[in-house]
């Protein structure tokens, strides 16, 4: 017994080493109901939350139960309000030395809505990450089109149409490399990942700002209000950024095409230089290794997905030229 003890703590020491967490809020802590003591965002209320309440709404921040997930933040019908977690900077800085990058999780919930955005702000409110989530109105198809704008970095932003967030729950991460001056925002439920240098030396974490917006859209015209919802953050320092964030946006995978996708039954991989495939692993969203197979140095490849279920996969390629990550979506 003594013995799996020791093995058990010498590895949790060795995990400490490269995998540091700084903060955690579950908003379990909290008593139910508003989440504020100074409307104007002022003073800190709760936790250290600034929260600022529009005095033209009636806009709301609270906290409210959710079912399976316990206690969460909730912001109701906010055009302009804002709940703001502020003075991180000390927490990045209790980092154990060597740990420098930083990685924010964190989980949110979008109804149908105008803008429910997480903006990450450093020091001289340098942007670190900004994830939108939104519905805009298609007046020529009369429809609703909903994107999700990843914004990183100093001006460098992609924007995702018509993906299916809305009334889920969505965890994003984002990395900062202070080591490499590199930024990472990585969503695994909708196989996004996306990377970015910035143009001056990064500075640390000074804030976590929730915004919610707007109503139900309709025609244009928002009506209603809705519920916005934040849960899960967790700011921890790392070692290093994960391969399989790294290799997720590569210029290898570039090369690579996947057909049909969404697919059913067979996907088939080419590439356009005859980069040489051994092997092709299949991942879930969680990154849980569903199965694998070998290949004999192949440039053209048939891969049967009939086994798995409707969803979003990774599949990681080992090439004669390296790793290749593609996102697959089964239907």
Not at 299 to 326: E, F
Request: hydrophobic residues 40%; proline residues 3%; positive net charge.
């Amino acid at each position: 017994m003594k013995k799996y003890i020791l093995i058990f703590s010498f590895l949790l020491f060795v995990n400490s080493l490269y995998s540091q967490i700084l903060y955690e809020e579950t908003f379990e802590n909290y008593p139910l109901g508003d989440f504020t003591t100074d409307p104007t965002g002022a003073t800190p209320g709760l936790g250290n939350w600034y929260v600022f309440l529009d005095k033209n709404t009636a806009s709301e921040v609270k906290i409210e139960q959710e079912p399976t997930k316990g206690n969460v933040l909730v912001v109701k019908n906010a055009i302009n309000c804002t709940a703001k977690q502020k003075d991180l900077e000390t927490v990045w800085n209790n980092r154990t030395t060597g740990n420098n990058v930083l990685l924010v999780e964190y989980e949110l919930y979008a109804e149908d809505l105008d803008n429910t955005s997480i903006f990450l702000a450093s020091l001289a409110n340098d942007l670190l990450a900004d994830i939108r989530l939104s519905v805009g109105y298609d007046s020529t198809l009369q429809v609703n089109k909903s994107y999700l704008r990843v914004s990183v970095g100093q001006m460098h932003h992609k924007e995702y149409l018509n993906l299916n967030f809305i009334k889920r729950w969505i965890a994003v991460q984002v990395y900062a490399d202070y080591n490499t001056n590199k930024q990472y925002a990585h969503i695994p439920a909708l196989g996004i990942t996306i990377q970015n240098v910035f143009t001056k030396a990064a500075t640390p974490l000074k804030q976590i700002q929730f915004n919610g917006g707007g109503g139900i859209l309709t025609k244009g015209v928002y009506t209603n209000s809705v519920a916005h919802k934040l849960d899960n953050i967790k700011i921890t320092a790392l070692k290093s950024v994960p391969p399989h964030v790294l290799s997720a946006e590569s210029f290898l995978a570039t090369k690579f095409n996947i057909y049909p996708n969404p697919a059913t039954h067979v996907v088939i991989i080419t590439n356009s230089e005859n980069i040489l495939v051994n092997k092709v692993t299949i991942y879930n969203i969680a990154g849980k290794q569903l199965s694998a197979q070998n290949f004999n140095n192949e440039a053209n490849l048939q891969l049967n997905v009939a086994h798995l279920a409707s969803g979003t996969y990774m599949l990681h390629l080992i090439t004669d030229k390296g790793k290749v990550v593609k996102k697959l979506v089964k239907k």
